[in-house]
């Protein structure tokens, strides 16, 4: 398993002009607004579907679940200005 989730050039999505709520929703984040369990995770991935997720992954603890996606926080020490 490799991190995934990126598009890049090569997609579509790339090249999509943003609609008005992915715009404010940038601008939110942009001024800082961040939710559980995204709070501090810096890593996330959609388990197939069935499948639950993970206790860790990447040798990071489980931070929680939103929709289909699994978030996993860093170890304190990792990312110093989340901490």
Sequence with gaps: MTP???SGPSSSLFYGNP???E???A???IRGEYYYPATNALWFYAPK???GCNSSWWDQDY???YKNHCFYK???GVCKEIH
């Design 63 to 65: 931070a929680g679940k």
């Design 49 to 51: 579907t069935g499948e």
């Design 19 to 21: 609609t008005e709520k």
């Design 23 to 25: 715009k404010l929703l």
């Design 27 to 29: 601008e939110r984040v």
């Design 74 to 76: 860093p170890d304190p």
């Design 4 to 6: 995934g989730g990126f």
